[in-house]
């Protein structure tokens, strides 16, 4: 009697655990292997709240400019911000068609990079995580060894990374003042990121990223959205260097008066080509 | 008579067996075994500095002469610094010292050649061929007429699209010349510190579709010959032009680079560059990589890049002084 | 400390095999354009804000003319990614730090230089400390 209870126990055990290490793949140290072209699938970079269809940033480009409606990926709804940071959020919305950094193609900090609608390559070694995004080649190295503290604010920050069980949790500190979406949220330099990706299954990642910044905010919030591997043949990070597009928009007013814009920025053509 | 015969059978022993040692140890350090990922690659990963004070091309009084002796390397790495007395009209720049820019005031990888190019046996670029040479010069005459005039005018680096050290092929650039190597199954990644491009390199038995389509750093693709990575990269997209031609490389141009990591801290870079459209004959060369002792950090360009801005709207106000004539 | 060579920036970039004006680590940015050579400037002030960017370090100054008037100027630099290698960090120049610029002028006459030269009040070099140059040198 007791051997069969032993080894039903034995088989629930293993079961269970059997059913924690399905599914996923692993590196060889067992740990879940994140690497793949992922992308959100969703419309967080437009408004991370919950929002209905608006008008964008412009009329000049019709339906296709125009603000996708979205069920929201914030814990509870709405942002906590304190009364004093909405004066900003809502003068970065009015002036969004030249301010908002990503049309200006600064790189999108943390957590922006993820929820952009474009893809981005998780590349996970035995030693460390890198994540190489499309838009403007946004790169980010995750320490998984040395913490390491930034001599200076920059735009991706510095990530260090740890593991909680099957959840990667990353530390991210020393970002540059950024927006969250197109739609003016906005987050200080004082902010500190806590991103935990987890596996749930071969092609989905529940990705989660609390913000803690006292300065604008009442109180620490999460927004949590699940990420999609890019599964169809041939998926690839392709160019997107956005600068020579941001620049009419910045440098326009700077061209010389009369000079032929279609004539700038082409190279020679010679014959055959 | 048996007594000479042993000794000088001795010796004879001794020697090739000195011989063999010598043989072995070369051998050995040209064959340093990698240790591999958890997937079986050869393992590379690291930031690594290339930074050096060998030229890319070799002054022209060396001739065919591809190494410097270790007493002729010792010599001038300590040259003495020469002191500025006189102000010259390349004066408007700061300080590069004052920055810690200056190449002796990083990490240095010892490198006793005499230029990074090794082919042509000379070390310098060969020629463009006479029909390139002439769309080159006109390309560069139309850039010329019209340098300032938008900053669509004005060079990719300028206007931190693409520098031109990052290639492919990659070279020392003279600070910030870090390079990052990731790695993961079927995965390469080799990012630049300045300007934070980093090129994912698929690794595949035979080059994969690419749809037709062109890329700034072209397209590339990797495997491994033993422990060596080979990258070919082909597409390189025609907004882009290679060393010593104002017009881009043509539908046949190639660069293949090779990575064999050397020893525990280095590694060896290679690159071979074709283009029948420009050149008679390829060119090519290499340099070593050292695991740097200092991180890589953020090389964000175009966010802090009021330089541009600031060179269109001096032009601009010239372009006014100029138009308004001599001042009474 | 690292040891400071001072070297002409034109017979450095030859000695690497590159020439200024054509590809290299400075033509990434003509100078010659954004500044001018004719309008040399030496300025003395308060550092009121230190830009460790890139593709180029600015420091903010506001300078204080003989009457009291105080105007903000711009300093170009350099990259300060070798700095960070160097253990320098936005803390390691305290607002209010009094340094002395030596430099050009922008060509468009707004409140920036290129900082040719750039020191502490007692000569040192601002972000090591060096000794003082030699008399003559400059």
């Known amino acids: ?125 035995d030693t460390g995580i890198m994540i190489v995004y499309e838009f403007a ?51 200080s330099e004082a902010r500190r990121v806590t991103e935990r990706y987890t596996v749930t299954d071969a092609d989905h990642i529940r990705y989660e990223a609390t913000i803690d910044d006292p300065s604008l905010f009442s109180r620490p919030w999460t927004l949590r959205m699940p990420l999609y591997r890019r599964v169809e043949p041939g998926a690839r990070l392709m160019d997107f260097r956005c600068v020579e597009f941001a620049e009419e928009l910045m440098y326009g007013d700077l061209r010389k008066p009369g000079a032929d814009k279609a004539a700038s920025d082409k190279p020679a053509a010679g014959p055959g080509k | 008579m048996a007594m000479q015969r042993h000794a000088s059978s001795s010796r004879f022993v001794a020697t090739l067996l000195l011989l063999l040692a010598l043989a072995t140890s070369a051998g050995a350090a040209e064959k340093y075994k990698a240790p591999r990922t958890s997937w079986g690659d050869p393992l590379i990963e690291g930031v690594y500095t290339n930074n050096t004070n060998v030229p890319f091309e070799r002054p022209v009084d060396l001739g065919d002469k591809a190494f410097y002796s270790e007493q ?30 200056d190449p002796d005031q990083s990490q240095m990888v010892k490198n006793l050649r005499t230029s990074i190019l090794t082919r042509p046996a000379n070390g310098r670029m060969p020629p463009l061929r006479p029909d390139a040479q002439r769309r080159s010069d006109a390309a560069r005459a139309a850039q010329q007429a019209h340098a300032f005039d938008s900053a669509q005018n004005r060079p990719l680096q300028e206007r931190c699209l693409l520098w031109a050290h990052e290639g492919p092929p990659l070279r020392p650039v003279g600070y910030n010349t870090l390079v990052q190597l990731a790695q993961t199954r079927g995965y390469v990644v080799l990012l630049t510190e300045m300007i ?108 802090g890049n009021y330089g541009l801005p600031n060179t269109l709207r001096g032009i601009r106000e010239e372009e006014k002084t100029r138009n308004r004539g001599p001042r009474q | 400390m690292p040891h400071h060579v001072k070297r002409p920036v034109s017979v450095l970039l030859a000695a690497l095999g590159l020439a200024l004006g054509s590809e290299g680590v400075s033509a990434h940015h003509s100078f010659a354009a954004e500044f001018d050579i004719n309008k040399p400037v030496e300025l003395r002030g308060k550092v009121v804000q230190l830009e460790l960017i890139n593709p180029h370090s600015w420091i903010h100054l506001e300078v204080t003319d003989p009457n009291g ?33 030596v430099g050009y002028q922008a060509r468009d006459g707004a409140n920036r230089v290129v900082g040719r030269t750039l020191k502490l009040a007692n000569g040192q070099s601002l972000f090591f400390y060096a000794a003082p140059l030699p008399s003559g040198a400059e």
Not at chain 1, 153 to 169: A, I
């Open chain 3, 69 to 101: 008037v105080k105007t903000l100027w711009m300093v170009e630099g350099g990259s300060p990614n070798a700095l960070f290698r160097k253990g320098i960090t936005k803390n390691s120049i305290p607002v209010g730090t009094e340094i002395v610029v």
């Open chain 2, 196 to 303: 934070h491009d980093a090129r994912v390199i698929p690794l595949a038995k035979s080059r994969p579709d690419f749809g037709g389509l062109t890329r700034w750093q072209g397209n590339s693709w990797g495997h491994w010959e033993g422990d060596t990575l080979v990258i070919e990269t082909t597409g390189i997209s025609d907004r882009v032009t290679p060393r010593g031609s104002s017009v881009p490389m043509g539908p046949e141009g190639k660069v293949i680079e090779r990575i064999t990591r050397t020893g525990p801290k280095s590694i060896r870079y290679e690159f071979t560059v074709s283009d029948p459209s420009l050149w008679d004959v390829p060119w090519g060369g290499e340099f070593p990589m050292e695991l740097s002792d200092q991180p890589l950090f953020e090389y964000a360009c175009h966010e």
């Open chain 1, 1 to 125: 009697m007791r051997t069969i209870v032993c080894v039903l126990a034995l088989i629930a055990c293993t079961d269970r655990v059997l059913a924690q290490h399905a599914d996923i793949p692993r590196t060889r140290a067992g740990k879940p292997d994140l690497s793949g072209i992922w992308q959100a699938l969703n419309e967080a970079d437009w408004n991370v709240e919950p929002h209905v269809a608006v008008q964008g940033a412009t009329e000049m480009l019709g339906a296709i400019g125009a603000v996708a409606p979205g069920i929201g990926v914030v814990d509870g709804g709405a942002i906590p911000y304190l009364p004093s940071a909405l004066s900003q959020r809502d003068a970065n919305r009015s002036h969004r068609r030249t301010e908002d950094p990503e049309a200006k193609c600064f790189l999108p900090g943390v957590p922006r990079a993820t929820y952009l609608p474009y893809p981005f390559q998780i590349v996970q070694s």
């Open chain 1, 137 to 187: 080649g946004a790169v980010r190295t995750i320490n998984m060894k040395s913490p390491g503290e930034a001599p200076v604010d920059s735009w991706m920050g510095v990530s260090n990374g740890h593991w909680e069980g099957d959840t990667l949790v990353v530390e991210v500190s020393g970002l540059n003042a950024n927006w969250l979406d197109r739609s003016g949220n906005y987050a």
């Open chain 2, 72 to 101: 002729e390397y010792e010599v001038r790495s300590k040259a003495p610094a020469v002191v500025e007395t006189t102000t010259t009209v390349t004066d408007v720049h700061y300080q590069t010292a004052d920055f810690g820019l």
